[in-house]
C-alpha cells in the first residue's frame, strides 16, 4: 500500500503570521504617530491661548498706564519750568514763592502683566518684535520709578522745612522734573505705537481660535458621521 503524502502548511502559516505582525506593527506606529500630532496640535493650542491672554492683559495694562503718564505730565511740567524759573533768578535763598508744588504726583505704572507673563513664560509665545517693544517700554516706566524713588529718598533725607532743605529739595526736584518731562512723551509715544500692533495680535489670535473651533467642529462632525455609519 502506497503511502499517502500530506501537504506541508507551516510555510503559508508563517507568511500569513509575518504578515499580519508587519499590519499590526503598522497600525501601532500610525497610531502612536496620530497620538503624538493630537498632543502637538493641543500644545499649539495651549500655546497660543497663553499668547492671546498675555496680550489682553498687556493691551489693558498700556492703556491703564498711558491714562498714568497723561494725567500727571502736565502737572510736572509746570513744576518743572516754575522751580527753573525759581533757581534761575539766582537767589541766595530761593523760597518756594512762584511754586505750585502739591507732592510729587508721580505716574503709578501697574506691571502685573509682564510679571505674570514672565512667570508663565508666555512671552515665548508671543511675536517677538512685540515682546522686544513691549519690554523697553517697561524697562523706561522702571526708569520713572527710579527716579520717583530717588527724589522721595532725597525729600525724607533733607525735607524742605528749613532753608537748607528747601534748597535740596529743589535742586533734586529740579533733575527729577527735567528727566521725567523728557520721558514721560517718550513713553506716550511708545504707548501709542505698540497699542495697534496689540490689537493687531488679538485679532490674529481671535481668528486662530475661530479655525481651532472649526477644525474642531469638523472632526467631531466627521466622527459622528463615522459613528453613524
Given amino acids: 500500500m502506497s503511502d499517502v503524502h500530506v501537504p506541508k502548511l507551516e510555510g503559508h502559516g508563517r507568511g500569513k503570521t509575518a504578515l499580519k505582525l508587519v499590519l499590526e506593527v503598522a497600525l501601532i506606529s500610525v497610531g502612536v504617530f496620530l497620538g503624538l500630532l493630537g498632543e502637538q496640535w493641543r500644545e499649539n493650542a495651549h ?7 498675555s496680550v489682553r492683559r498687556f493691551r489693558a495694562e498700556i492703556v491703564e498706564n498711558r491714562d498714568a503718564v497723561v494725567n500727571v505730565a502736565p502737572y510736572h511740567a ?20 512762584g511754586i505750585h508744588f502739591h507732592g510729587i504726583q508721580p505716574a503709578q505704572f501697574d506691571r502685573s502683566a509682564w510679571e505674570l507673563a ?5 512671552l515665548a509665545y508671543i511675536d517677538s518684535d512685540l515682546a522686544l517693544a513691549l519690554s523697553n517700554i517697561y524697562n523706561l516706566q522702571g ?5 520717583t524713588r530717588g527724589l522721595a529718598q ?18 533734586a526736584a529740579l533733575v527729577y522734573y527735567g528727566d521725567v518731562t523728557v520721558y514721560e512723551p517718550r513713553l506716550l509715544e511708545m504707548y501709542d505705537a505698540v497699542l495697534p500692533r496689540l490689537d493687531a495680535a488679538l485679532g490674529e489670535k481671535k481668528k486662530e481660535l475661530r479655525e481651532d473651533k472649526k477644525a474642531l467642529g469638523e472632526d467631531k462632525n466627521d466622527a459622528g458621521g463615522e459613528e453613524k455609519k
Avoid: N, W
Avoid at 526708569?143 to 527716579?147: A, G, K, N, Y
Avoid at 532725597?154 to 535742586?171: H, N, R, V
Fill in 47 to 53: 500655546q497660543r491661548d497663553l499668547a492671546r491672554d
Fill in 78 to 97: 509746570t513744576v518743572q519750568k516754575e522751580i527753573q524759573a525759581v533757581l534761575d533768578k539766582g537767589l541766595e535763598h530761593p523760597s518756594g514763592e
Fill in 118 to 122: 514672565i512667570a508663565t513664560q508666555s
Fill in 143 to 147: 526708569t520713572v520709578t527710579d527716579l
Fill in 154 to 171: 532725597a525729600m525724607y533725607a533733607t525735607p524742605p522745612i528749613d532753608e537748607k532743605g528747601q534748597i535740596s529739595f529743589f535742586g
